[in-house]
């Protein structure tokens, strides 16, 4: 089993609608954790990052996690066609170790 | 410089040929990462580097691969006598500190031909 589970889609949604991202991950210690966006031929850039329990807001988006059941979701709302990418969900602290462990990202397609 | 720079941006290497590849952090970033994307794929985990010490290279897929970075600055990831399976692109990120955001280059495209 990956230590960070993503599906890999795509995910289809019409603009203006929600895109709900999900993530799972192995290390019940895991302490910090991250949405990254990247386009197509482009490297990964930060969306948001989450510490705690619970949701992060921030403009469209919002991160939530849930320690108990090892679980991490991005949600989009208001989605637009420049939100179509890959969604990378990073994980620190796995098996101990300090090093950032990606998903294999889900692909998020906003279609007119 | 503001981001983390990578060079050369692209590369194309004859089977067997050897490449260098160069990154050079942000400035005052402790931490430095080096990941390997195939295409479709999550970014996987090459080597990190604390300062100048590597601290993990678990990630590093044969004795063919070699990283380092002497003076805790700018580091180099060499692949040795390149095989197709090395086509990829090399990510290179850098974090002021353990369990900190990650900040990433825009990558250095390797096809091996």
């Known amino acids: 089993q990956k230590e960070v589970e993503q599906n890999s889609g795509p995910l289809s949604v019409p603009e203006g609608a929600i895109a709900s991202l999900n993530c799972t991950y192995s290390d019940r210690v895991s302490q910090s954790f991250f949405w990254y966006r990247q386009y197509s031929g482009k490297s990964p850039e930060l969306i948001m990052s989450?510490?705690?329990?619970g949701d992060k807001e921030d403009g469209r988006f919002t991160a939530q996690l849930n320690r108990a059941s090892q679980y991490i979701s991005l949600l989009i709302r208001d989605s637009k066609l420049s939100d179509s990418a890959t969604y990378l969900c990073v994980v620190n602290m796995i098996g101990g170790s300090y090093i950032p462990t990606f998903g294999r990202g889900t692909s998020l397609i906003v279609h007119p | 410089g503001a981001g983390v720079s990578q060079s050369p941006r692209y590369k194309v290497a004859k089977r067997g040929q050897d490449v260098a590849l160069r990154c050079d952090p942000i400035?005052?970033?402790?931490?430095l990462f080096w990941y390997q994307q195939a295409l479709g794929q999550g970014p996987e985990f090459l080597t990190y580097?604390?300062?100048?010490?590597?601290?993990?290279k678990s990630g590093l897929p044969s004795d063919r691969f070699f990283a380092e970075r002497p003076e805790g600055s700018v580091s180099t990831l060499k692949i040795q006598r390149t095989q197709q399976e090395d086509s990829a692109v090399y990510l290179c990120a850098s974090s002021p500190g353990q369990g900190n955001t990650i900040y990433f280059g825009e990558g250095s495209w390797l096809t091996v031909v």
């Open positions: 400035s005052g970033h402790v931490s």
């Open positions: 580097f604390q300062n100048e010490a590597q601290l993990d």
């Open positions: 989450i510490y705690s329990n």
